[in-house]
């Protein structure tokens, strides 16, 4: 069969009237492998910086799709070229089979970086991510040369997130229709050692990327970093806590003008988690909508949009 790529090809874009932007697809290199991209770009005049968001780590970074897509179309329509991708391992990419893991992450973040500052034609560059895709932003801007960086509730403890996967599926099980034989967290433990690999929300969790995630202190191990940098706490109360708290004091040290801001929400312990909720008879509502609505605003609102950034969360 003669595949039609004029067709394809014209299918591979779109126009945003409302928002007033464009989405297209790209093909980018990440990994040694290809990967696809979706550059947004403002249809009216540019400006800088050009942003790149860092999509998080396992099946968390389907709990955050929306998210990542509300905040590069919402930074597009306020006339920032902004880039959304796959790193290797992911749905998008070209290679869906290779084992991903926070290295592999990092380097597929960096190899992105360098093909979309010329395709942003703008001055400055911004890297913007949530949970762990905040980390792989972090752990990446003083190396990009980053100007302006967003950190949206970023994992600082490696420990403890890795602790928080195998939790998630104890969880899991224990909500479901045989909650007497759900598993322990130590018995994954044990099934990581024996088998190399766990099922955490059908994500095969790696051992190496298990240690990998462990071995993370997002404070001891950032790059100095001097640019803008926004730290958001997403939680139920507006205590800041401690280790959102020692990132913008760990951002400061470097010299970077760090603020840091809380989201308060009921449904904040869901935020990297699965989100949807039964709201009526077989209807299905996002309890997190409001979450990502505020981190869209307070993310504008820092860059100095003020109230260009109500509405944009669509």
Known sequence: MTVDVTL?????????????????????????????????????????????????????????????????????????????FHSQGYGDSGDVWVPASPTTQLRDTLEVIGQFTELAEVEGLGLIGARFGGTVAALVAGRAGASHLVLLHPIVSGSRYAAELLRSRVIIELLGEKPAEATTVERLKEELAARGMVNIKGWPLRTDAYEELRAIDLVKEMDPFAGRALVVQVSRGSSVQGAMSRLRDRLRAMGAESELQVVTHPSAPNFGYEHFRPVARELLGDILEGVNQALVERTLQWLGIGEEAEGRAG
């Open 8 to 84: 394809l090809e014209s299918h591979s874009s779109r126009l945003d009237d409302r928002l007033r932007i464009s989405e297209g697809f790209l093909r980018l290199r990440a990994g040694g492998a290809e990967t696809l991209g979706v550059l947004a770009l403002p249809l009216g005049e540019r400006r800088g910086p050009g942003w790149v968001v860092s999509h998080s780590f396992g099946s968390e970074q389907v709990d955050l799709h929306m998210l990542d897509v509300a905040v590069a179309r919402s930074l597009a329509s306020a006339g920032f070229p902004t880039l959304r």
